[in-house]
């Protein structure tokens, strides 16, 4: 099948905030972004960085100023930006299932795009198994190969289960699933949580290497790469690599993503 790339999102805000029912979350956001960029939210754990991420791809409602995706005004148009960008695993809103093997995942996922986006055609509707099974197997190929996972290298293929994924081929399985449905914006979470610095700096290549095919790239980290258009939260806040345990800060931040998460609506 050949694969057909839909140019990427241009990302803009100005004065974006949110406000929750544990008080505020993030505010004062402005971004320009071109389509095709590598945009990385930086801050420390707590400091809404999920959030942002989420209201720039119309799964939470900002309630302070506006931002547009490939033109789509927010928050009027959740519903419209939430079917052209791709959401990588995101605590509470779209884990990965530990009990799934990477082949459970990407059949499920691809079935489900298959089903639900983009018009269906009466040729598509009668076409043979054998030619609908082809073509899924092509599109995860592709999303494979962008996200540079390897299911050979897995312990058991790609029957091996998530639960026994190191962290950075989970990370990778993420971004693989969100580019099942070609999206025009990635946003992926979390991207130097828990990696050593030669993961990290694998991570963010293979990020680079997805924007610069043409798919505006939206990642949340600790530290940003060097040259991708920045947006930093939470200035002069501590900052802990490898802190396991939660701040009173993440806290009310994730029960302010709970919260605004299911007033917007899910994908």
């Known amino acids: 099948m050949e694969a057909t790339t839909a140019p990427g999102a241009a990302v803009t805000a100005e004065g974006l905030g ?3 029912p544990h008080g505020r979350v993030f505010r004062d956001v402005t971004l320009n972004a071109p389509a095709g960029s590598l945009i990385a939210i930086e801050g420390p754990s707590g400091s809404g960085r999920t959030c942002l991420l989420l209201t720039l791809t119309g799964r939470m409602r900002p309630t302070i100023g506006h931002a547009t995706v490939a033109g789509l005004q927010l928050p009027r148009r959740l519903a419209a930006v939430r079917s052209i ?7 509470g809103v779209s884990e990965l299932d530990p009990a799934l093997t ?3 995942h990407l059949r499920e996922r691809a079935l489900l795009h298959r089903l639900f986006t983009g018009p269906v055609s009466p040729r598509a509707l009668f076409r043979p198994r054998g030619e609908r099974a ?3 197997r092509a599109r995860i190929d592709e999303a494979l190969a962008a996200a540079e996972l390897d299911l050979g290298l897995l312990p058991k293929g790609p029957r091996t289960h998530v639960r026994d994924l190191e962290r950075t081929e989970a990370l990778r399985l993420g971004v ?3 580019l099942l449905g070609r999206p025009r914006l990635l946003a992926v979470d979390d991207v130097d949580h828990k990696l050593s610095s030669a993961d990290r700096a694998a991570a963010w290549t293979t990020l680079r290497a997805i924007a610069e095919s043409g798919t505006t790239v939206l990642a949340v980290c600790t ?3 060097e040259g991708a258009v920045t947006v930093r939260l939470g200035a002069g806040r501590p900052t802990d690599h490898n802190n396991d ?3 009173e800060n993440e806290t009310k931040t994730k029960g302010a ?3 605004a998460y299911a007033e917007a609506g899910s994908a």
């Open 257 to 259: 993503a709970a919260d």
């Open 85 to 91: 960008t791709g959401l990588g695993p995101v605590d």
């Open 245 to 247: 345990h939660e701040t």
């Open 176 to 178: 693989a699933l969100a």
């Open 134 to 136: 082809e073509q899924t």
């Open 102 to 104: 990477v082949q459970e």
């Open 18 to 20: 949110l406000d929750g």
């Open 223 to 225: 530290e940003a790469l």
